[in-house]
């Protein structure tokens, strides 16, 4: 079987850290034995290339000095702050439609599978209209979110649901919001780890093991992720006003748009739990704050656009890595957090329900011990590779009968 995958991003080279969660998917595909190609834009003028041993053919749209639409940081983020960047939107979809009809003609693929409908749908259709190809639609939420803002958006989300053979989700947040657009069958599919097998921080045989994480002085709260709105990171910080200094410490990892935001309101707390911003790490560094941590946190948001996560895959790579999770009870987290069963979920912007949260976990090893048994068989169960390419693959097999 062949399958061509549609993006709006993929790694431009073996090293970039794009969408990993989207690399790690085909590597298992192509694993199970699948013939996969990818169509994704162009970055700079960047031409078609390898991958992984799969072919990643790329479409040009602009100049390549204008290429910048996509990679890097998500489109409705960049064209908010660059207005001007929405004239792109018509001539990447008419060459990446071009483009799709161009690559099915020579691959000739017994399925399209389109992530991000808006606008990849409108890419896809063309090839698998002219071809007779069955078309999946994979949902990660932002294109929803999308509607909020511009209504407009709305009827042709409608409209490319209606002329798919298989609508895929990522979480049951999203799934219900497809679901409000158009009463279909949708699958659930999310994503699993994206870490190496073997690369826990303790080395200790496997990335489903348990890692004990020793408590060396304060308590270690870690946050790992990019400093936007969506992340909540501000009810973090403020959540540091009800813990003792003595005993606790809140570690932020990475960097974003309101780092120096973030930073400021940090500054102004006083005796209260200590905050520390790393900045971004080498994953050499990144390893030893997940070795060092206490606990995992993603204290997420609905936020002012109405985005929110829409799964949380951070958080199944810190169960992987034998740390019990806090986070908040919105989008598709509680997919990942079964509350008091694989982690602890609070409500969202809650300062004071963060901190006692972790002053829970502090006080209580046993419980610790619990939600990372929890954790590791939820993994097993719903977040596996194996599994999920499983699903997907027949999904794939009924849509070409």
């Given at each position: 079987m062949k399958v061509l995958v549609i993006g709006s991003v993929y790694p431009r080279f073996h090293e970039d850290a794009e969408v990993p969660w989207l690399r790690t998917s085909i590597a298992h595909l192509k694993k199970a034995g699948l013939g996969i190609q990818v169509l994704a834009?162009?970055?700079?003028?960047?031409?078609?290339?390898?991958?992984?041993?799969?072919?990643?053919?790329?479409?040009?749209?602009?100049?390549?000095?204008?290429?910048?639409?996509?990679?890097?940081?998500?489109?409705?983020?960049k064209m908010a702050s660059k207005p001007w960047l929405q004239l792109l939107a018509i001539p990447y979809i008419i060459s990446g439609f071009f483009k799709c009809i161009g690559i099915c003609r020579k691959f000739r693929p017994d399925v399209i599978h389109a992530h991000w409908p808006f606008p990849h749908a409108y890419i896809a259709l063309g090839a698998?209209?002219?071809?007779?190809?069955?078309?999946?639609?994979?949902?990660?939420?932002?294109?929803?979110?999308?509607?909020?803002?511009?209504?407009?958006?709305?009827?042709?989300?409608?409209?490319?649901?209606?002329?798919?053979?298989?609508?895929?989700?990522?979480?049951?947040?999203?799934?219900?919001?497809?679901?409000?657009?158009?009463?279909?069958?949708?699958?659930?599919?999310?994503?699993?780890?994206?870490?190496?097998?073997?690369?826990?921080?303790?080395?200790?045989?496997?990335t489903s093991a348990i890692v004990p994480h020793p408590v060396n002085g304060k308590f270690k709260i870690l946050f790992v992720g990019r400093h936007i709105e969506r992340k909540g990171i501000c009810y973090l910080i403020e959540a540091a006003k009800h813990l003792p200094r003595d005993q606790f410490e809140i570690r932020i990892v990475g960097v974003g748009d309101i780092t120096d935001k973030l930073k400021a309101q940090a500054a102004e707390i006083a005796d209260a739990a200590e905050i520390i911003f790393t900045g971004k790490l080498s994953p050499e560094e990144l390893a030893n704050e997940y070795r060092t941590a206490n606990v995992f946190t993603l204290p997420a948001i609905v936020d002012s656009k109405g985005d929110t996560e829409g799964l949380g895959v951070v958080l199944i790579e810190a169960m992987e890595l034998g740390l019990p999770v806090v986070a908040s009870n919105v989008g598709g987290i509680p997919d990942v957090v079964v509350d008091g069963v694989s982690g602890i979920l609070v409500p969202e912007k809650d300062p004071e329900a963060l901190a006692g949260a972790y002053r829970r976990l502090a006080a209580d090893p046993g419980l610790v011990k619990q939600l990372l048994e929890g954790a590791q068989k939820r993994i097993a169960e719903c977040f596996s590779w194996d599994k999920i390419v499983e699903r997907q693959i027949g999904v794939y097999k009924k849509i070409t009968k």
């Open positions: 834009p162009a970055y700079k003028g960047l031409k078609s290339h390898e991958i992984d041993g799969v072919k990643v053919n790329r479409f040009r749209y602009a100049p390549a000095s204008w290429e910048i639409l996509t990679h890097e940081e998500g489109a409705p983020s698998a209209k002219l071809f007779k190809i069955p078309l999946v639609l994979n949902f990660h939420g932002a294109e929803l979110l999308l509607i909020r803002k511009k209504k407009w958006v709305k009827p042709l989300l409608k409209f490319a649901i209606g002329q798919a053979q298989a609508v895929f989700a990522n979480s049951s947040f999203t799934a219900g919001k497809i679901k409000a657009l158009r009463n279909v069958d949708v699958e659930w599919s999310p994503y699993g780890t994206t870490l190496e097998s073997g690369s826990t921080s303790a080395g200790n045989g496997g």
